[in-house]
């Protein structure tokens, strides 16, 4: 079983920056896919960013050129450096990891959820 933590949401102002952290811990076995979603009130979540194992980056539209995913293997992390934020990208931030066991899986895990506002 894979517990995720995330880290960093807060409150900001449009313009500004924060990061957001995700540690995974407990009986891990190989991390594959990790990645950034984000619900807003009264909307389905949505994938907002993801990395795969070797380091390849995907993001939506709406946060291309501004936010960055990023892995530290070692360290069983996934991370969000969010710049130029934008009214709009307040909502519930959460991580997400695929875990392989041998040739099964993947497995999902979520994270807590962190919420960051950005105030106009």
């Known amino acids: 079983q894979v517990q995720l933590v995330e880290s960093g949401g807060g409150l900001v102002q449009a313009g500004g920056s924060l990061s957001l952290s995700c540690v995974a811990s407990?009986?891990?076995?190989?991390?594959?896919?990790m990645g950034w979603y984000r619900r807003d009130p009264g909307k389905q979540r949505e994938l907002i960013a993801a990395?795969?194992?070797?380091?390849?980056?995907n993001y939506v539209d709406s946060v291309k050129g501004r936010f960055t995913i990023s892995r530290d293997n070692a360290k069983n992390a996934v991370y969000l450096q969010m710049n130029s934020l934008k009214p709009e990208d307040t909502a519930v931030y959460y991580c997400?990891?695929?875990?392989?066991?041998?040739?099964?899986?993947?497995?999902?895990?979520w994270g807590q959820g962190t919420q960051v506002t950005v105030s106009s």
């Open positions: 997400r990891a695929e875990e392989w066991i041998g040739g099964n899986g993947p497995y999902h895990y």
């Open positions: 407990g009986n891990i076995f190989t991390l594959g896919d």
């Open positions: 990395i795969t194992a070797s380091g390849s980056t």
